[in-house]
């Protein structure tokens, strides 16, 4: 199982930026999915996870109403869009999957994924 994370880069506070994640391999239903973010001298923390293409994604407090967490099932691949944004939001930016569809209360849990990208790096930035 690969993942594949892209859409970084330099961004003004206030910018915008959408990141993409396409995910290949065999054997994985590809459930939950969610993004993950860790900023320099800071543990990872969980992003945005969407549980399956049915449920109401979940979200960080940090980012909610700023991030938007989509997924194409069709083309095997997750996006994070990501809006309004501010110093704090710097990091790598990494993507994650497992199989079948993790519960609520992991959702934002590092350890309950499986396989991970190799991260995307956004800089928030004047």
């Known amino acids: 199982v690969q993942l594949q994370a892209s859409g970084g880069g330099l961004v003004q506070p206030g910018g915008s930026a959408r990141l993409s994640c396409a995910f290949s391999?065999?054997?994985?239903?590809?459930?939950?999915i969610a993004w993950f973010r860790q900023a320099p001298g800071k543990e990872r923390e969980g992003v945005s996870a969407?549980?399956?293409?049915?449920?109401?994604?979940n979200y960080a407090d940090s980012v909610k109403g700023r991030f938007t967490i989509s997924r194409d099932n069709a083309k095997n691949t997750v996006y994070l869009q990501m809006n309004d944004l501010k110093l704090d939001d710097t990091a790598v930016y990494y993507c994650?999957?497992?199989?079948?569809?993790?519960?609520?209360?992991?959702?934002?849990?590092?350890?309950?994924?499986?396989?991970w990208g190799q991260g995307t790096l956004v800089t928030v930035s004047s």
């Open positions: 969407s549980r399956s293409r049915h449920d109401i994604p």
């Open positions: 391999g065999s054997g994985l239903d590809f459930g939950s």
């Open positions: 994650a999957t497992r199989q079948g569809r993790i519960v609520m209360s992991a959702a934002l849990s590092a350890q309950h994924y499986t396989y």
